[in-house]
């Protein structure tokens, strides 16, 4: 038997704090991960659903995008892949009898952990103006008053179309010719807050948005660099390609402000080693990096490589440099008039590091840099990402075995839903291609992307927000701006599976559509249905749901937007500018969706027989694949530029927003982040010693955050617990979604519009209360 569901969220009295750990995963991961599951699920399901995780006739895990092995163990074992699925395959339940009970006024109340705790959305729901309390409404009535909601706009443009990023490609492709049938490319997405940054840079400079890596290359390459990333946490089935890379006599240099667990050692609980000989150490060298200081770091160990080149003679690639590259005259000159102590300065490291990582790149024949969050939510993250290719174009480390970009996504599906043309700014041989199948012409303009998308809200220029999946509310920055610009609208239509708070911060009205899950079975007219996902390795494969769904009427996306596109496309008074699409066909038979995306997406040429029992296809990229590149000269472009780096005003922090062990974004799964030593609560604020020190506060003091910002508002997020924490001087830490409320809306990254989540100036303010 499943557990209740907990009665009360968070209490954050409770919070203890001890000793961080230095190895990641090992047998406690799996217990923790086994008890989650059994509370969730019960016994029975939950070894029935664990037994099918990344499995080639199993589901694709809601977890992460890391890519599967190609031989898979029994239960590719992760644990915070098993606290994803326990999550959704959870045996609770929320039905119309829960919202008869609480209203919306007191569900508002609730923290994010105890919504999520309480189950899988069972039936759609509505929300009538003026309503303290949703009511139960069928299926056909609350499609219907979407689509008339959507129709009668008079300008598209009025709608924005979000998307998280487990969305299934299939449901992701039906989405965006939804939204451009409806005359508009308004489809701002989880990218925009995640991994935009990389896209912006590597299309750039490589002419492909996405990672020139396989897992293979991961496992051969001869030097690994981890930058701004916390695998132990957020990709753990990474370790064990890690662990492989290493067992075959790689080098990994980590580079973070926090010594984060997983990067240093790994005990793998699926061999011997990692149960009984306490593991494998990975990171062989770690830089504990100031906050934003990686461009400068590369740019140092570029100008270092220049140096040694000039020595040696034997450190660039020259043939790849003349061949495949423009732009390296202008990069080395702005590189030989950098400063060193300048870069030794923003980056916190000192030279004699610098010139150990140069010392490994020159020395390594094939070297792979993987990031994630750390580098790509900064202010300047564009021109970060932008010199660490710099530093893979000198060594000739792009398009061979072993070496290139791996920015290592977060969702499940993100990387596939972009693919689909998820995407406020489509390409025009997309939109052609998208023309020519459905005999329609989609909108050119470009759409409003997430933070564009909350400033028009704000102003009072959207009627209709609908979200397939996410909790925009709370994943956004600037949570009161965010929340004030929801409640502008006039009705916010939401797809999820479960409970959040974005189901709370509605427009007039508001409607629930709850829907199936990776996990769950999905039986339509012409049989048992599949979807398929991109990995961040880009591997497209079939993932099929198993477990019985949550309730016997429930809709899978895919169904509940080709039902609105047949209300919204077909009948006496469809527009005449509607794609020419069998809607209903498509609903029974996911392979029509398929074929349509063949014949529209480049690379998924038969794609149903590539994906046929199991298989998987890898899409094609033309710097991985054939050193050709798609970019403004042809070829992979080095490129001059500025220094940048966050300046710390006397007196305040500078404060990253990051994720805790037992957290999925904004999914809480409870109150411990047990590799940092924190348990029992999340409204903490890591800082250095030294600092609290010289701020006059004390180790566990409460305070509360100020965020300052140009823009002279005073964004404060309340009784945050002081923890002393190995950070470097001026930088401190805290989690998310607690501090989004802190990120000014305006603050985001140059060229990609990232939210800066990672780089926040703050003032710690003691409380009244606590004196
Ligand atoms: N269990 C679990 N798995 C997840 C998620 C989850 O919430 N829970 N989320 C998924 C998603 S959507 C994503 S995008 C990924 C996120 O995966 P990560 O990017 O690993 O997640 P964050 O917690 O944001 O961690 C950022 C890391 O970068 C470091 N960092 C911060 N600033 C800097 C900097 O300036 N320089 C350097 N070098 N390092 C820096 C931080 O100390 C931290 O270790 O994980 C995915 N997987
Ligand atoms: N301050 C700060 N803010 C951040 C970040 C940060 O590091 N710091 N990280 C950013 C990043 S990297 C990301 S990706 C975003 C994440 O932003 P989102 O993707 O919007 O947020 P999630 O918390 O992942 O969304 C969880 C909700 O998705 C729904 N859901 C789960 N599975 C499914 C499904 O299969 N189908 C449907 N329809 N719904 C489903 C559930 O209702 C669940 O409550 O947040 C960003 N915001
Ligand atoms: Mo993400």
Redesign the pocket.
């Known amino acids: 038997m499943a557990k209740k569901a907990p009665k009360t969220g968070i209490d954050e009295s409770e919070l203890r704090t001890g000793h961080r750990k230095r190895v990641a995963v090992g047998v406690p991961a799996i217990v923790r991960s086994m008890r989650m599951s059994v509370d969730q699920m019960g016994v029975v399901r939950s070894a029935e659903t664990l037994l099918r995780v990344n499995q080639k006739d199993g589901f694709d895990c809601?977890g992460c995008a890391w890519p599967e092995n190609e031989r898979r163990h029994i239960a590719e074992f992760c644990e915070n892949g098993a606290k994803a699925v326990a999550e959704?395959a959870t045996l609770r339940r929320v039905g119309p009898a829960f919202f008869a009970q609480h209203s919306v006024a007191e569900l508002l109340e609730r923290d994010n952990y105890w919504l999520?705790q309480q189950g899988r959305l069972t039936h759609p729901m509505i929300l009538d103006e003026g309503a303290t309390h949703y009511r139960p409404i069928s299926w056909d009535d609350a499609l219907s008053e979407v689509a008339t909601a959507l129709r009668t706009l008079p300008d598209p443009n009025e709608a924005v179309f979000y998307t998280?990023?487990?969305?299934s490609n299939e449901a992701a492709f039906l989405y965006q010719l939804l939204v451009r049938g409806l005359g508009t490319n308004n489809l701002p997405d989880?990218s925009n807050?995640?991994h935009e940054s990389s896209g912006t840079a590597l299309t750039e400079t490589l002419g492909v948005g996405k990672g020139t890596v396989s897992i293979v290359d991961v496992q051969n390459a001869e030097l690994l660099i981890v930058a701004g990333q916390n695998p132990g946490t957020n990709h753990p089935r990474m370790l064990s390609a890690l662990e492989k890379a290493k067992q075959n006599g790689a080098t990994i240099i980590a580079i973070n402000p926090l010594p984060e667990a997983g990067l240093l050692r790994f005990e793998n609980p699926q061999t011997p080693r990692g149960v009984l000989l306490g593991g494998t150490k990975l990171a062989d060298r770690y830089l504990q990096i100031k906050l934003g200081g990686d461009q400068a770091l590369f740019q140092a160990v570029g100008k270092r490589l220049l140096e040694l080149e000039a020595q040696r003679g034997d450190v660039l690639d020259h043939e790849f440099i003349a061949q495949c590259t423009s732009g390296f005259d202008d990069y080395r000159a702005a590189l030989e008039a950098a400063d060193w102590a300048e870069l030794v300065e923003a980056s916190g490291i000192p030279e004699s590091e610098i010139r150990a990582v140069a010392d490994a790149i020159a020395r390594s024949n094939s070297t792979i840099v993987c990031w994630a969050?750390g580098l790509t939510?900064h202010a300047h993250a564009v021109p970060t990402l932008r010199d660490i290719v710099n530093v893979l174009l000198l060594t000739g480390n792009i398009g061979k075995p072993g070496a290139g970009v791996c920015p290592v996504r977060?969702?499940s599906n993100?990387q596939g839903d972009r693919t689909m043309g998820i995407w406020e700014k489509p390409g025009e041989a997309f939109l052609a291609a998208l023309d020519r199948e459905f005999a329609f012409t989609a909108p050119r303009e470009h759409g409003y992307d997430t933070v564009a998308a909350i400033e028009a809200m704000r102003d009072g220029k959207v009627k209709v927000f609908m979200a397939?999946?996410?909790?925009?509310a709370?994943?956004?920055?600037d949570t009161e701006v965010t929340e004030a610009a929801l409640r502008t609208t006039e009705l916010t239509v939401q797809?999820?599976?479960?409970l959040?708070r974005s189901h709370l911060v509605t427009g007039r009205r508001a409607i629930i559509l709850p829907?199936l899950?990776?996990t769950d079975r999905d039986r339509r007219d012409a049989g048992l249905q599949k979807v398929t996902v991109e990995d961040s390795m880009s591997a497209v494969h079939g993932s099929h749901g198993r477990l019985a769904p949550p309730a016997e009427d429930l809709l899978s996306?895919v169904a509940i937007l080709a039902r609105l596109g047949a209300l919204i496309f077909t009948g006496p008074d469809a527009r005449s500018n509607a794609p020419q699409a069998d809607w209903r066909a498509l609903e029974g038979d996911y392979r029509r969706i398929r074929a349509h995306i063949s014949r529209v997406v480049p690379g998924f040429d038969d794609f149903e027989t590539r994906i046929d029992g199991g298989r998987s296809f890898v899409l094609p990229n033309g710097a991985r694949d054939s050193r050709t590149f798609a970019t403004a000269t042809g070829k992979a472009m080095f490129t001059a530029n500025e220094l940048q780096y966050p300046r710390i005003p006397k007196g305040r922090l500078l404060l990253q927003?990051?994720?805790s062990h037992d957290q999925?974004?904004?999914?809480i799964y409870g109150s411990d982040d047990r590799y940092r030593g924190i348990y029992n609560g999340r409204r903490v604020v890591l800082v250095n010693a030294h600092d609290l020190r010289e701020l006059g506060f004390e180790n566990g003091e409460l305070v509360d955050l100020v965020s300052e910002w140009r823009d002279g508002v005073k964004r404060r997020a309340e009784k945050f617990r002081l923890v002393t924490y190995s950070t470097p001087r001026g930088n401190a830490a805290a989690y998310?979604?607690e501090?989004?409320v802190l990120?000014p809306l305006d603050s985001y990254a140059q060229g990609s519009r990232t939210?800066t989540?990672k780089s926040i100036i703050v003032r710690l303010e003691k409380r009244a209360d606590e004196a």
Request: glycine share 12%.
């Open positions: 809601p959704e999520g998280s990023g487990r969305t989880c807050m995640c969050m939510q977060g969702h993100v397939v999946g996410g909790n925009f709370s994943a956004t920055p797809v999820s599976t479960k959040n829907t899950g990776r996306e927003t990051i994720r999925y974004n904004t999914t998310y979604p501090t989004n990120v939210p989540s």
